[in-house]
Structure formats: structure tokens, C-alpha cells
């Protein structure tokens, strides 16, 4: 047998291990137990290399908890639900409770988020879940709601026990970056500083 005969079987093989994806609206309306999560990835439009800029593009900086997903739905300008419009990118609205506001005195928060569990969900910016503590640099959406600054630019994870706090692109990347494992007095007093 050739060559060529050979890596075009090993080629046909590898190609029928292979699946295409369901059609976005069978994954959309699939039962959860049914539902195939995609992972998409994301260009983030700013750039928040350092806690003042965030700091200054912020609304609200604190210590949140996640409690669940809000009983909300967020409908992106242009789409006609009674014409049977589909998203096109799912959302979802994530209630927290504020545990320590640095700047703003809400008491809890609607946190928007590109995605929905067993969907879809951006690599590097996974979804909340019910139990997360985070601290989150976040602007104020003209509904109410929050997004979190440059997806994992805004969101640290919170390590209470050593008092730090590190960028989340950090963690997922074990990346040296210097928005890792920062003293969290050291942020509030810079954050105090900047405002």
C-alpha cells in the first residue's frame, strides 16, 4: 500500500472520530441534562493592566458573594421575542450579596455576563456560581445591572486566609503577573488614593 493511501485512511479515521456540533437552536432548548456547553473565546475591548485603571473606569469596586442566578432577562436591543427572534449570544443575570463595598453602597448587585451553564461560556471568563466570593471591579449598566470590567481584568479571587486577592486571567493562567496575590489592604488604600 502507498503512502498515500495510507495517510488518507489514517486522515478519513481521525476525520470520523470527529462530530459537528447541534444546531444553536437544539442546544438552546435541550434539556440541561441534554444541553453541550461551548467554550468561545473572547477579545476583550479595553485593556485594565493595573488597579487604576480600573479603579477609574469603575462604578463599583467590592467584595461580593454569589447567590444564584437573578430572575431576570436581559434582552439585547433589536430582538423581537414575539417574532420569535433567537439570541444570538445567551446572558445571564447573577445575583450577589455585597459583603464589602469599596465604592458604592449597594447591598447586592445583578452581575450580566456573556453565556448561560450548559450553553455557552467564555475560556478565560468561566461563569459565577452560587458560593464564589470575588472581588469585582464593575461598571453600572443603564438597566441596573453590572459587568465586570474586562471580563477577568475585573474579577480576583479572594483569598481571605492570607488577605490577597489576584486577577483572574492570572489564576486560570498561573501566570506571574502583577495583579497577583496583592495585599488587599495595599488595594484600598490605593483605590482610597485614586478617588
Known amino acids: 500500500m502507498s503512502k498515500k493511501i495510507i495517510a488518507i485512511a489514517i486522515f478519513i479515521t481521525l476525520l470520523s472520530g470527529c462530530s459537528l456540533p447541534a444546531e444553536p437552536e437544539d442546544t438552546l432548548n435541550a434539556e ?5 456547553q461551548s467554550l468561545v473565546l473572547a477579545s476583550w475591548a479595553d485593556s485594565y493592566p493595573d488597579i487604576k485603571t480600573l479603579a477609574k473606569d469603575s462604578d463599583f469596586i467590592g467584595i461580593v458573594e454569589i447567590t444564584g ?16 427572534d433567537a439570541y444570538t449570544i ?16 449597594e447591598q447586592e448587585l445583578h452581575i450580566v455576563m456573556t453565556g448561560k451553564t450548559g450553553v455557552m461560556a467564555i475560556a478565560d471568563d468561566p461563569l459565577l456560581k452560587p458560593g464564589e466570593i470575588w ?7 443603564e438597566n441596573n445591572t453590572y459587568a465586570i470590567l474586562g471580563g477577568p481584568q475585573g474579577r480576583f479571587y479572594y483569598d481571605e486566609t492570607n488577605g490577597t486577592i489576584s486577577q483572574l486571567s492570572a489564576v486560570i493562567h498561573g501566570s506571574k503577573s502583577p495583579l497577583a496575590e496583592l495585599k ?4 484600598k488604600e490605593e483605590i482610597e ?3
Do not use: H
Open 32 to 36: 440541561p441534562d441534554e444541553q453541550v
Open 90 to 105: 445567551p446572558l445571564t443575570v447573577f445575583s450577589a450579596r455585597v459583603i464589602e463595598g469599596i465604592i458604592s453602597d
Open 135 to 141: 472581588m469585582i471591579f464593575a461598571d453600572r449598566n
Open 69 to 84: 442566578e437573578a430572575d431576570r432577562i436581559i434582552v439585547p436591543d433589536g430582538v423581537d421575542t414575539n417574532k420569535g
Open 193 to 195: 488614593r485614586l478617588n
Open 184 to 187: 488587599l489592604a495595599d488595594v
